[in-house]
């Protein structure tokens, strides 16, 4: 597998049903990126770009150059169903707990696309990746685990620029993933991302379209000097 990380020019490719085409322009790229669900076209990824978007993830920067992440690529529909069952009975006790109406905007709110996307990749961090003295986390015992969450936004921004989708599991239980898949003890699974070709990517991100929660305004995350002063 060629993931050396070189750049190279890449043909804008247009997608099916009119929806935008992909473009290597950064902040096109950020502003188009999705959690996309249902719109998984079950074509396959192309072996070139799965390996430059795996390359990009790779060249995420790391807390002392650890680079503790490794991903795992699963196709088995197998395990891809084991893991689709075990979501979908976390979603229900998630369900249970909510009330009426949440549970109402909930009911419209798919949180998965296992199957469909036809690729898992499955983001571990391994704690011991460097020994015992890694520098700069002797302070922040989680700095690894930020650097590993840096390597799947550089895989996400890089999988929107090759015009593929990618949604972020988060309904499941560590242990479960960890031991469908042998990951052995001590490292853990960080994301399951469903990824692969798609239709289209929504304008407007799926729990604002259906009414969970909108957007707020970058002013309101913006503090001066100290925290609680805003801007003027």
Request: aromatic share 8%; hydrophobic share 40%; net charge negative.
């Amino acid at each position: 597998m060629d993931v050396d990380g070189k750049s190279e020019d890449r043909p804008r490719i247009d997608f099916n049903r009119g929806s935008p085409m992909p473009s290597n322009d950064l902040y096109d790229v950020i502003n188009r990126r999705r959690d996309v669900r249902a719109e998984f076209s079950g074509e396959p990824i192309d072996a070139e770009a799965l390996n430059r978007v795996l390359a990009a993830a790779h060249a995420a920067p790391s807390v002392g150059h650890t680079q503790p992440w490794d991903f795992v690529l699963v196709r088995d529909p197998a395990t891809r169903t084991a893991f689709q069952h075990h979501v979908q009975s976390e979603r229900e006790i998630f369900n249970s707990t909510l009330d009426t109406e949440r549970r109402e905007a909930f009911s419209r709110i798919k949180v998965e696309g296992i199957l469909e996307s036809g690729l898992g990749v499955v983001v571990t961090y391994d704690a011991s990746r460097g020994g015992q003295h890694v520098l700069g986390r002797h302070a922040i015992a989680d700095a690894g685990l930020y650097s590993t969450c840096l390597a799947i936004q550089n895989l996400w921004l890089a999988a929107t620029a090759e015009g593929l989708g990618v949604g972020w599991v988060s309904f499941y239980r560590e242990e479960f993933l960890a031991d469908l898949l042998d990951i052995p003890q001590g490292i853990r699974p960080i994301a399951w991302l469903c990824l692969g070709s798609v239709t289209e990517l929504q304008n407007v991100p799926d729990l604002e379209r259906h009414g969970w929660r909108q957007k707020r305004p970058v002013a309101e995350a913006i503090h001066l000097e100290r925290y609680g002063k805003r801007m003027s």
